[in-house]
């Protein structure tokens, strides 16, 4: 009897050792996935470009600048008394409803432009490279492409131990898509 629970302690442990080698093969591309993730999450909130930030600053400004101009009456600054048209421009009205349109009416546009860009490269000054909409766009798909390949390998090796009869928990975030999968 001894002979046999000795052979079965080998069994036994041999087994066990496989079952802790699978489940650090299992590990390999569920670490990979997290990388990949808190990549995907660096790319995402990365600055954008500066030519992307400039076109955001003028379509901001554009948009002042129309607000202001809608309440501006420069005819007014013209026009003579008791001529019955208006005479009034409005400009503390206009500068207490849009200071910064007002400001753009005025000519100080590349001043303020100037100011907004320093801003903009002092906020993203020491932060991570800036991505285009189209640099992003194309690494966020490469990152995209590199965790369904790794979880396409980790379902695999799921399967392959699930085959040894080996169990194995799968993550809770783990991708339908090739669970679901008759072939991977």
Same mark, same amino acid.
């Given at each position: 009897?001894?002979?046999?629970?000795?052979?079965?302690?080998? /069994?036994?442990?041999? #087994?066990?050792?496989?079952?802790?080698?699978?489940?650090?093969?299992?590990?390999?591309? =569920?670490?990979? +996935?997290?990388?990949? @993730?808190?990549?995907?999450?660096?790319?995402?909130?990365?600055?954008?470009?500066?030519?992307?930030? #400039?076109?955001? +600053?003028?379509?901001? %400004?554009?948009?002042?600048?129309?607000? !202001?101009?809608? %309440?501006?009456?420069?005819?007014?600054?013209?026009?003579?008394?008791?001529?019955?048209? /208006?005479?009034?421009?409005? %400009?503390?009205? /206009?500068?207490?409803? #849009?200071?910064?349109?007002?400001? %753009?009416?005025?000519?100080?546009?590349?001043? +303020?432009?100037?100011?907004?860009?320093?801003?903009?490269?002092?906020? /993203?000054?020491?932060?991570?490279?800036?991505?285009?909409?189209?640099? @992003?766009?194309?690494?966020?798909?490469?990152?995209?492409?590199?965790?369904?390949?790794?979880?396409?390998?980790?379902?695999?090796?799921?399967?392959?131990?699930?085959? !040894?009869?080996?169990?194995? !928990? =799968?993550?809770?975030?783990?991708?339908?898509?090739?669970? &679901?999968?008759?072939? &991977?």
């Amino acid at each position: 009897m001894a002979k046999i629970i000795d052979k079965l302690a080998g /069994v036994f442990d041999r #087994q066990r050792r496989a079952a802790r080698e699978i489940a650090d093969a299992i590990e390999v591309p =569920r670490v990979e +996935i997290m990388a990949l @993730r808190e990549k995907r999450r660096e790319i995402e909130s990365a600055p954008i470009s500066p030519a992307e930030r #400039q076109a955001r +600053i003028a379509k901001s %400004l554009a948009e002042a600048e129309a607000e !202001a101009r809608a %309440l501006f009456e420069p005819a007014a600054l013209v026009t003579p008394p008791n001529s019955g048209a /208006v005479t009034d421009p409005r %400009l503390a009205d /206009v500068f207490a409803a #849009q200071p910064l349109g007002m400001m %753009l009416l005025l000519g100080l546009r590349e001043d +303020i432009i100037e100011a907004l860009t320093a801003s903009a490269d002092k906020e /993203v000054a020491g932060l991570c490279r800036a991505y285009s909409t189209e640099e @992003r766009a194309e690494e966020l798909a490469r990152i995209d492409a590199g965790i369904r390949d790794a979880e396409r390998d980790e379902e695999r090796l799921c399967r392959a131990a699930e085959e !040894a009869g080996i169990k194995v !928990a =799968r993550r809770v975030d783990a991708s339908m898509e090739f669970i &679901l999968a008759e072939d &991977l």
